[in-house]
């Protein structure tokens, strides 16, 4: 399976990106919010990737952090709700909000979803209210508040440092010294440059 995929961004169409590495294009589907996220065409970008798999087709899903990604693993884990309308759903509302209103049982916020209807709304709620409690921690504008980092955004950036070659102590280190300049609405392209600079 692919995890990831690193490269120069290569184009944005409408509902996926294109990203060049090793000479190899990947197209990679993408949420709508994710847009506002990018970098610039021709700027280095990883995306955390879903590979959906079917007998006659391979996709890739694209995220800028590992918690999307897994939140939208774990919305494909519900019945009938497959990877194009996990996309279509963060592509509408962000990860927090979805989880929110999963935890707070809210149907019509669910069904204001296009393609969502009550009785998917009523199997998300059933089979993932248990599940979504550290996604529903993050705000609406899909980060934490200003005085603290995520969890899972912290897990993220410091997976990618330690890719890079630095110790885990390193990467403690720069992460503290850095916290003051990151936060959540960052890519992790963005909150590496930022952390790099205070090694």
Excluded: C, W
């Excluded at 959906?52 to 519900?78: I, N, W, Y």
């Amino acid at each position: 399976m692919i995890f990831s995929v690193s490269g120069s961004l290569n184009d944005i169409l409408d509902d996926k990106l294109v990203l060049l590495t090793h000479g190899i294009g990947y197209e990679i589907y993408i949420p709508e919010r994710l847009k506002q996220s990018l970098p610039k065409i021709g700027d280095d970008v990883t995306v955390f990737t879903y590979h959906h798999v079917r007998e006659d087709q391979q996709t890739l899903f694209g995220f800028l952090t590992l918690a999307d990604k897994d939140f939208f693993s774990l919305l494909t884990s519900v019945s009938g709700v497959g990877p194009k309308v996990a996309l279509k759903m963060l592509s509408e509302l962000d990860s927090g909000t979805i989880s929110a209103a999963i935890v707070g049982n809210n149907i019509p916020q669910l069904t204001q979803i296009s393609g969502v209807g009550k009785k998917m709304a009523e199997r998300l709620i059933i089979e993932l209210k248990d599940k979504v409690g550290s996604f529903s921690s993050v705000s609406a504008h899909g980060f934490a508040s200003k005085d603290s980092l995520s969890a899972s955004f912290k897990d993220d950036l410091s997976l990618a440092l330690k890719a890079l070659g630095y110790t885990q102590e390193e990467v403690n280190r720069s992460i503290n010294s850095a916290a003051d300049r990151l936060d959540d609405s960052m890519s992790i392209q963005q909150a590496i440059k930022t952390t790099l600079k205070t090694l």
